[in-house]
């Protein structure tokens, strides 16, 4: 075998070259060069980059013409950028000291330069900017139409309920949540914040089964409900007396007597405002999640309806042909979502299979054309489906078709899985016929964090809009003390806060013009309808900043104001 030979082959001359110049960038990023170092390192690398240059064949460019110039100019900067990002800002970062000079050369401007110290810095003061805005402190909780599960409540003081209720507190209470009554003015009831606090936590639910977890309603949790499922006549009367509740419900809501409730199926939750929360002058439903199935029943059902949530091109996805023919932002899509076979109105007048036909087409051709695009409206119809763009608004007449839709839909009720039989859940704040009066379940904790006590309520079930605000109102008035809140949320239901914030945001449009149903008529309608007359005004408010989704709340108990 001959000995290895002495000579090199270009690709192995390569290989060693680009080790080496691997090995050099390591050996500079793990030690601490000083500023010659630094310098003569520069140098060494510029000459091999030349002899890189000179193996690739690369023609010699001029080092007197002006480019040459302009680019070593801006080298030097981007060496400096990359000095300051890799070893200065790390060991300030690490608290390490280092040998680098904290002030660039001054021929460099360093606040024009993209340094990790610059951009951090550049971070920081947006970051508090954004702190201040988002912590901006306000004298009143915004609405959140948003369903929660869970509410934890901390502070550092314990809360005036933490003991066990007493007999006269616990009917205090229910005596006060059943007739509507405020308890502060009450001379009768007791006035204790036990009895205030167990007030709030109250709520009228239907059906009520105790066996089974209605909301949120998860099929992971729960074991198959086999006999509800097989017996036909357990089926029958739950949905008997499910239909009851909801007419009761309905009928209270378009009396004024009722401000809202909520029906939480096994796909979708749906939301009933009477006339005049969020500044609407008619009651309206919201429903979300759907699917384009869905929507196609309401639209075989005459039930016309919007979706808010959707791009403007978009929104009007169930109009009239009347109105389709004068709406300025009419497409295909819209067409196809209201109307039949996917068609536009043009291709309805001029037949477009004739034309086709004309052209010299077969009919096995039109037909692949129409299948292609009747796939194409319907995946573009599909694209939202079970997302919260897919929320659909009805208002006016149109819910009183929609109730008429829910109460004879079979769909509603599966009849397989564990809630087979079952039927949506009905949650209100107010009583009606076969509701079953709910508490909320009270878990109070103490909780040592960094050698401080605080002390931790952690309320679960549904939390309707107006509880939450009767707690924070019987805290600011009982604890005197700072506190805060964080909510978990019933996800389908996240999206009836952005769509009532866009309502609110048309309807304050409209208090201009004449005839506008007046916000003194809101409050005085729905006077009757159990909420407080504070709460009342801010519910009937059409001010969209009075609207918001919440994940966190704190109190400050020294100025009166909230921040979160």
């Known amino acids: 075998m001959d000995p290895p030979s002495p000579w090199k082959t270009p690709n192995q001359v390569m290989q060693i070259h680009k080790l080496k110049i691997r090995k050099k960038a390591l050996q500079d990023r793990m030690k601490q060069s000083s500023a010659t170092e630094e310098s003569s390192s520069h140098n060494n690398s510029t000459n091999d ?35 300051e990002s890799n070893d200065k800002t790390l060991f300030a970062l690490l608290k390490l000291p280092a040998k680098i000079p904290e002030k660039p050369p001054h021929e460099v401007d360093s606040e024009k330069l993209s340094t ?72 009768t009831l007791d006035t204790s914040p036990r009895a205030r606090f167990h007030q709030t936590c109250l709520y009228w639910q239907h059906p009520s089964l105790p066996w089974l977890n209605l909301f949120p309603r998860s099929s992971g949790k729960v074991a198959a409900t086999s006999f509800m499922a097989t017996n036909e006549e357990v089926k029958q009367a739950l949905l008997t007396e499910w239909t009851e509740s909801f007419r009761s419900l309905f009928q209270l809501l378009r009396a004024l007597h009722c401000p809202y409730f909520y029906v939480c199926g096994n796909t979708f939750t749906c939301l009933f405002l009477a006339a005049g929360l969020c500044g609407l002058p008619e009651p309206a439903a919201l429903i979300a999640p759907t699917t384009r199935g869905f929507r196609q029943t309401l639209r075989q059902e005459d039930v016309e309806y919007t979706m808010p949530l959707r791009p403007d091109n978009k929104k ?151 509880a939450i605000h009767s707690i924070f109102n019987v805290l600011k008035t009982t604890s005197k003390a700072q506190f805060s809140a964080t909510f978990a949320h019933h996800q389908p239901s996240l999206a009836f806060s952005w769509a ?65």
């Open 316 to 466: 009007r996805l169930n109009t009239s042909d009347d109105d389709r023919k004068n709406s300025s932002h009419d497409s295909c899509y819209d067409t196809m979502d209201g109307g039949t076979n996917g068609k536009c109105p043009s291709e309805d007048e001029d037949d477009p299979h004739e034309f086709l036909s004309q052209m010299g087409l077969a009919t096995e051709e039109i037909n692949k054309i129409h299948n292609a695009q009747a796939r194409l409206a319907q995946n573009a119809e599909s694209s939202v489906d079970n997302a919260a763009e897919s929320l659909v608004l009805v208002r006016g007449a149109d819910a009183q078709a929609l109730f008429n839709f829910l109460l004879n839909c079979k769909s509603l009720v599966s009849p397989i899985g564990p809630y087979a039989g079952v039927p949506p859940t009905l949650l209100s704040p107010t009583a009606f016929h076969g509701g079953a009066l709910q508490s909320l379940k009270v878990r109070e904790n103490v909780i040592l964090s960094d050698s401080k006590k605080y002390y931790s309520i952690e309320l679960r079930g549904p939390l309707l809009p107006t």
């Open 116 to 187: 990790f110290s610059n951009l951090l810095q550049k971070f920081t003061a947006d970051h508090t900017i954004e702190n201040k805005i988002t912590e901006s402190k306000y004298k009143k909780l915004p609405i959140d139409w948003a369903l929660k599960t869970k509410l934890r409540l901390m502070s550092a003081k314990p809360f005036p309920w933490t003991n066990k209720l007493k007999a006269s507190e616990e009917a205090s209470g229910i005596t006060g949540f059943v007739r509507c009554l405020d308890t502060t003015s009450s001379s």
């Open 49 to 83: 980059l030349d002899f890189s240059r000179i193996l690739r064949g690369d023609k010699r460019k001029n080092p007197f013409s002006k480019n040459a110039v302009e680019q070593s100019k801006k080298a030097k900067v981007e060496d400096t950028q990359l000095n």
């Open 500 to 564: 009532a914030k866009i309502i609110a945001e048309d309807e304050s449009s409209k208090e201009n013009e004449p005839n506008h149903f007046a916000n003194a008529f809101k409050k005085e309608n729905l006077s009757d309808c159990g909420i407080s007359d504070e709460l009342l005004t801010h519910f009937c408010s059409s001010e969209p900043g009075s609207i918001l989704c919440l994940d966190s709340v704190k109190y400050d108990a020294e100025n009166d104001t909230y921040t979160w």
